[in-house]
């Protein structure tokens, strides 16, 4: 994300210094061994002053604990404090947070961090669908390769949308707007330590959430219901209703990706006898039609572009 990033800005820059227009600056900043900041690269290496964008980075290994974090905050509000403006990728909000500065605003973050990042950090409106969250001075991006839309979001800013779309076209990106949750998967909470809600996830795995009710999975939990709806919303974050529509709507994608049948067929086979229904739950959920989703992910659409 660092050198790509680098790389693009550096190339936006080199547009736009063609046409007569402004040129950007790059650097990276780390703190020596006496927690003071400096730049361990730079493109304009003789130059002072400090970055007017800084932009915290995630990584593969997952997100930054508090105490990895504690070096980098006082830095980083100190400079939001002088007018800089903060922006992360990935597991890099965790970071963001960290400083106390996401408080009551929305982020995002890595689809499969946010639950994490939600939990560590209550105050924060994590919106996981979202692929960046421009707040003005803070902007938040999702997982991994979000830095693309991230790095689009800031050349609009910087340098405008001409040139924006002019780097577009050479990193072979989409310069419109994308959904984190076109890419993501349910990912249940399955640690949360209550064996009778564990037993209803793996017996809705087990049938795909098909024809299920809220009193049957109370039955199966052997829980009664108002205690049932409690503790499930308590263990897994969501609704038992919801939740089973996660499921479905997951084994939908993979119908769609991996088999041939018609959304009709799909439809049914996930538990909906009115495909209408079935699409607006999907699109809802996913924010694709399930044939939009089909075309972009689909197996043979993946064949056909290798």
């Known amino acids: 994300m660092v050198h ?14 063609a046409r007569g227009g402004r040129t950007l600056r790059v650097s990276h900043w780390a703190p020596d061994e006496t927690d003071q900041f400096d730049r361990s690269f730079d493109t304009h290496p003789h ?9 915290t980075p995630g990584r593969l290994t997952g997100p930054v604990s508090a105490e990895e974090a504690a070096p980098f905050v006082r830095w980083l509000v100190d400079q939001h404090a002088r007018g800089a403006v903060l922006g992360s990728n990935c597991g890099g909000a965790f970071l963001l947070a960290e400083t106390g500065l996401l408080r009551g605003r929305s982020a995002t973050t890595h689809w499969m961090f946010a639950d994490l990042l939600q939990s560590r950090f209550p105050d924060v409106r994590v919106e996981p669908e979202k692929i960046v969250i421009d707040d ?37 990106v989409d310069a419109g707007g ?51 709806l409690r503790r499930f919303k308590a263990a897994t974050g969501v609704k038992p209703n919801e939740y089973a529509q996660c499921v479905r709507m997951e084994k939908a994608r993979e ?18 006898e009115d495909s209408t229904a079935f699409r607006r739950v999907f699109n809802r959920l996913v924010g694709l039609s399930p044939g939009d989703y089909r075309r972009r992910f689909g197996a043979e659409s993946e064949a056909a572009a290798a």
């Open 136 to 172: 003005g001075d803070i902007i938040t991006a999702g997982g991994l390769m979000a830095w693309t839309d991230l790095g689009m979001r800031l050349i609009d800013r910087l340098l405008g949308p001409s040139i924006m779309v002019e780097t577009s076209r050479f990193f072979l």
């Open 255 to 272: 119908l769609l990706q991996f088999t041939k049948r018609t959304v009709d067929q799909i439809a049914w086979s996930v538990g909906y």
């Open 47 to 55: 130059a002072g002053g400090f970055p007017d964008i800084i932009v």
């Open 4 to 17: 790509g990033l680098t790389d693009m800005l550096t190339t936006a820059s080199d547009f736009s210094a």
């Open 178 to 228: 994308r959904e984190q949750r076109h890419y993501g998967s349910f990912a249940p909470r399955l640690t949360h330590g209550d064996e009778a809600i564990l037993k209803v996830q793996h017996w809705l795995q087990s049938k795909g959430a098909r024809s299920v009710s809220v009193a049957d999975m109370a039955r199966e939990a052997s829980l009664e219901e108002r205690t049932f």
